[in-house]
């Protein structure tokens, strides 16, 4: 890979961090203010855009940012009456198997 395409990779995937970072913070600020469509919007795209090997990534902080941004859906989903997905969504997240559990 030559060094102008590893930077351009390097570069998007540092916007993508940044990206879901920011989604999750400002989900949680529509959540504590009661803007449960607007936070599910958010929390929604970051659930899908962790998928895979990043299930398990910690990106540096003290919990599974999966877990968290599921757990935050499903409250928001509750909240607004939307049992049937909710209860898919926090289906899901008790349905992933660990890191361990698959080796």
Known sequence: ??????????SLRDF???SRDERAYVGQIHLG???YRSATALFRKNV???VGDLTYERFGLPQLPPCIQRYCL???LAEMGEFAEGI???QESIGSPSPSSSR
């Open 1 to 10: 890979m030559c060094n102008r395409t590893r930077a351009i990779s390097e």
């Open 16 to 18: 993508q961090s940044r």
């Open 33 to 35: 203010l009661g803007e």
């Open 48 to 50: 899908e855009a962790i």
């Open 74 to 76: 499903v409250l928001c």
């Open 88 to 90: 898919v969504r926090g």
